[in-house]
T-cell receptor, first 114, second 111 residues
Framework: DVKVTQSSRYLVKRTGEKVFLECVQD?????MFWYRQDPGLGLRLIYF???????EKGDIPEGYSVSREKKERFSLILESASTNQTSMYLC?????????????FGDGTRLSIL | KNQVEQSPQSLIILEGKNCTLQ??????????LRWYKQDTGRGPVSLTI?????NTKSNGRYTATLDADTKQSSLHITASQLSDSASYIC??????????FGTGTRLQVFP
């Protein structure tokens, strides 16, 4: 089974801090994604990556950046955390860019910014 | 604008009963439609995928239907169990590889 592991289930940070969310997948997938999930809004795509050192902006990239130095690891960075970034963050991976394979999700990091 | 709308927002049923969740979409061009199940505190897990030519597909007690003409899909759960309590998310893929997510239906099954 594909396993997508997010480093923290719960995280509490203060406004202005630089925050790192880590995601690792064990199936050699090329594609990785970061979403945030808020009540009533569904999942919204922040950034994605089709290969090592590649990144593409999603629908809501403002205030975030990403890093993909190794194929299995995709990091989301909040440069200067703000209270409106309090949310559930979900990482996902997928074998290839095209085709009907599903995205496999981690169990999420619930981030609170105080 | 590409959109996916789900109804109802929430649903409460008794164990053993059947239920149907709805998904309407305005995504073009259409590639496929997938239903995900998300347990509380967990990530979404794919239940089934429907492509343009498929009308119905089953996965155990879950049966998904697709009407590409009316752009509607449904997820029918038969003989519900307590473990079916979760959010069910409809996701439509456009040919650009972009996913459009619905906001989900929260199902609660009580004994």
């Amino acid at each position: 089974d594909v396993k997508v592991t997010q480093s923290s289930r719960y995280l509490v940070k203060r406004t202005g801090e630089k925050v790192f969310l880590e995601c690792v997948q064990d199936m050699d997938h090329e594609n990785m994604f970061w979403y945030r999930q808020d009540p009533g809004l569904g999942l919204r795509l922040i950034y994605f990556s089709y290969d090592v050192k590649m990144k593409e902006k999603g629908d809501i990239p403002e205030g975030y950046s990403v890093s993909r130095e190794k194929k299995e690891r995709f990091s989301l960075i909040l440069e200067s955390a703000s209270t409106n970034q309090t949310s559930m963050y979900l990482c996902a991976s997928k074998p290839g860019r095209w085709g009907n394979q599903p995205q496999h999700f981690g169990d999420g990091t619930r981030l609170s910014i105080l | 604008k590409n959109q996916v709308e789900q109804s109802p927002q929430s649903l409460i049923i008794l164990e053993g009963k059947n239920c149907t969740l709805q998904c309407n979409y305005t995504v073009s061009p259409f590639s496929n439609l997938r239903w995900y199940k998300q347990d509380t505190g967990r990530g979404p897990v794919s239940l089934t995928i429907m492509t343009f030519s498929e009308n119905t597909k089953s996965n155990g007690r879950y049966t998904a239907t697709l009407d590409a003409d009316t752009k509607q899909s449904s997820l029918h759960i038969t003989a519900s169990q307590l473990s079916d309590s979760a959010s069910y998310i409809c996701v439509v893929s456009a040919n650009t590889d972009k996913l459009i997510f619905g906001t989900g239906t929260r199902l609660q099954v009580f004994p």
